[in-house]
């Protein structure tokens, strides 16, 4: 069933009511707007956290990437390292034998003052004679245990002790006819001992080598992975620097007071102006005062107020006002009397809206061209007309249309002032 109402508002509803409504309203608003934020914000929030775990994903990516490629890198280069060593490094001096020597700096005996000191060597001698005699029977016994694994080693060494007995039997054939026995006996007890220290010897050769075999590799190895890590450092010291030497201090620095003499202009007495060249002296000195700073500050072309006038013509040109004021000011401090600053700052003050400036320039700018000329006629008829223009947006009407009329009369022909002059009069609707 379709029901209208006859009002929107109810007539019979009381201020307090409508007040507590209002405020129901407004909690409800309030309440709704808070639970959007808040559902904006996790929103926001899970977005970030994805961001974030998205992110760390990808770096853990291409960290395992960069990793992965510098271990097989790693693993290349230790592999090429290892085949190198291995084909590089063989074992020198492996059939080598040594021979033991006496030690010519150990204990020796004192000489014999007494008698009875014959006795005692000989006595030291018999138990040197049993004590090699029962090494040799240690030697014999172990002679048949190693025989299988030095047989090869015997063969040759008995070949060689071979051709050393013929050697001396050839070269000392008629002093040993005497004594072969002996010699037998000598030659298989020496025969022996130098198979088994020549089994001694190989052992080890054979484990000094495999010692060092590791500590080469277990040495490489730590370099490379210091070569790889950056940790790897190198001594930067130059070794041909003299550590011993040392350089000077450096000299303390100083300054050096020159005083110029006075500025004396040289002209004849006939021909001096002598108040001009004070006036000329007193005035540079009271634009200096002005600026602020000495003329030695400056450089030689921004103390030229004409210089000034034109950088800040350019400037005008450009549209940077302001930079042309700042040049417009810095040459009227520097020259107080040069009416075309004060009326080239006025145009600039006018194109910014400062109107008030722009008449104060105007008006000192009429006070200055003076004489009043066929010469400064058309400065004179800008300067009216833009004191005239300032005035007009000043609401000052009354004194700004007779300076647009003033400025008109000047300049009869120029078209933009009687523009000018018709738009303030219909404008103010002025009446003559």
Same mark, same amino acid.
């Given at each position: 069933?379709? !029901?209208?109402?006859?009002?929107?508002?109810?007539?019979?509803?009381?201020?307090?009511?409508?007040?507590?409504?209002? $405020?129901?309203?407004?909690? $409800?608003?309030?309440?709704?707007?808070?639970?959007?934020?808040?559902? !904006?914000?996790?929103?926001?929030?899970?977005?970030?956290?994805?961001?974030?775990?998205?992110?760390?994903?990808?770096?853990?990516?291409?960290?395992?990437?960069?990793?992965?490629?510098?271990?097989?890198? $790693?693993?290349?280069?230790?592999?090429?390292?290892?085949?190198?060593?291995?084909?590089?490094?063989?074992?020198?001096?492996?059939?080598?034998?040594?021979?033991?020597?006496?030690?010519?700096?150990?204990?020796?005996?004192?000489?014999?003052?007494?008698?009875?000191?014959?006795?005692? *060597?000989?006595?030291?001698?018999?138990?040197?004679?049993?004590?090699?005699?029962?090494?040799?029977?240690?030697?014999?016994?172990?002679?048949?245990?190693?025989?299988?694994?030095?047989?090869?080693?015997?063969?040759?060494?008995?070949?060689?002790?071979?051709?050393?007995?013929?050697?001396?039997?050839?070269?000392?054939?008629?002093?040993? $006819?005497?004594?072969?026995?002996?010699?037998?006996?000598?030659?298989?007890?020496?025969?022996?001992?130098?198979?088994?220290?020549?089994?001694?010897?190989?052992?080890?050769?054979?484990?000094?080598?495999?010692?060092?075999?590791?500590?080469?590799?277990?040495?490489?190895?730590?370099?490379?992975?210091?070569?790889?890590?950056?940790?790897?450092?190198?001594?930067?010291?130059?070794?041909?620097? *003299?550590?011993?030497?040392?350089?000077?201090?450096?000299?303390?620095?100083?300054?050096?007071?020159?005083?110029?003499?006075?500025?004396?202009?040289?002209?004849?007495?006939?021909?001096?102006?002598?108040?001009?060249?004070?006036?000329?002296?007193?005035?540079?000195?009271?634009?200096?005062?002005?600026?602020?700073?000495?003329?030695?500050?400056?450089?030689?072309?921004?103390?030229?107020?004409?210089?000034?006038?034109?950088?800040?013509?350019?400037?005008?040109?450009?549209?940077?006002?302001?930079?042309?004021?700042?040049?417009?000011?810095?040459?009227?401090?520097?020259?107080?009397?040069?009416?075309?600053?004060?009326?080239?700052?006025?145009?600039?003050?006018?194109?910014?809206?400062?109107?008030?400036?722009?008449?104060?320039?105007?008006?000192?700018?009429?006070?200055?061209?003076?004489?009043?000329?066929?010469?400064?006629?058309?400065?004179?008829?800008?300067?009216?007309?833009?004191?005239?223009?300032?005035?007009?947006?000043?609401?000052?009407?009354?004194?700004?249309?007779?300076?647009?009329?003033?400025?008109?009369?000047?300049?009869?022909?120029?078209?933009?002032?009687?523009?000018?002059?018709?738009?303030?009069?219909?404008?103010?609707?002025?009446?003559?």
């Amino acid at each position: 069933m379709d !029901r209208k109402w006859p009002t929107l508002v109810l007539d019979s509803l009381t201020k307090e009511k409508k007040q507590e409504y209002r $405020r129901q309203a407004i909690e $409800r608003a309030q309440l709704l707007e808070e639970k959007k934020a808040k559902e !904006r914000r996790e929103k926001q929030r899970e977005l970030q956290r994805l961001a974030v775990r998205k992110q760390i994903e990808l770096d853990n990516a291409t960290i395992n990437k960069i990793e992965s490629i510098r271990d097989n890198h $790693r693993q290349e280069a230790m592999a090429d390292f290892e085949n190198w060593r291995l084909h590089s490094e063989k074992p020198i001096f492996t059939d080598a034998q040594t021979i033991t020597q006496p030690n010519r700096k150990g204990y020796r005996a004192p000489l014999e003052w007494f008698p009875n000191e014959s006795t005692n *060597d000989s006595n030291r001698e018999t138990k040197l004679i049993t004590e090699s005699l029962d090494s040799v029977g240690t030697i014999k016994n172990l002679i048949p245990q190693n025989k299988n694994k030095i047989e090869s080693e015997n063969m040759n060494i008995n070949c060689l002790n071979e051709s050393e007995d013929t050697k001396n039997s050839f070269t000392d054939d008629k002093s040993c $006819r005497n004594c072969t026995s002996n010699f037998e006996e000598s030659s298989t007890l020496q025969q022996e001992r130098s198979v088994i220290i020549h089994e001694m010897n190989i052992e080890k050769m054979n484990e000094m080598i495999q010692s060092k075999k590791e500590y080469d590799n277990r040495r490489g190895k730590e370099i490379i992975d210091k070569i790889l890590t950056g940790k790897y450092r190198t001594s930067n010291r130059n070794i041909f620097e *003299d550590t011993n030497t040392s350089t000077p201090m450096p000299r303390q620095c100083g300054t050096i007071n020159v005083k110029f003499s006075e500025r004396v202009f040289p002209t004849p007495a006939r021909e001096s102006h002598h108040l001009e060249e004070q006036e000329w002296l007193e005035k540079q000195a009271e634009a200096r005062r002005k600026c602020g700073f000495a003329s030695e500050d400056l450089r030689p072309e921004e103390q030229d107020p004409q210089w000034l006038k034109d950088k800040g013509d350019e400037f005008f040109k450009a549209g940077n006002y302001i930079a042309a004021i700042s040049a417009y000011t810095h040459g009227i401090k520097l020259s107080d009397k040069m009416t075309s600053l004060y009326a080239n700052r006025s145009a600039a003050q006018y194109a910014l809206g400062n109107y008030r400036r722009c008449a104060e320039d105007c008006s000192t700018a009429l006070q200055l061209m003076i004489p009043k000329c066929e010469g400064n006629r058309e400065s004179r008829a800008r300067c009216h007309a833009r004191l005239g223009a300032a005035l007009c947006k000043l609401s000052a009407p009354q004194h700004g249309i007779p300076e647009l009329e003033t400025a008109l009369k000047l300049a009869p022909d120029n078209d933009t002032i009687k523009r000018d002059l018709d738009e303030a009069k219909n404008y103010f609707s002025f009446k003559d």
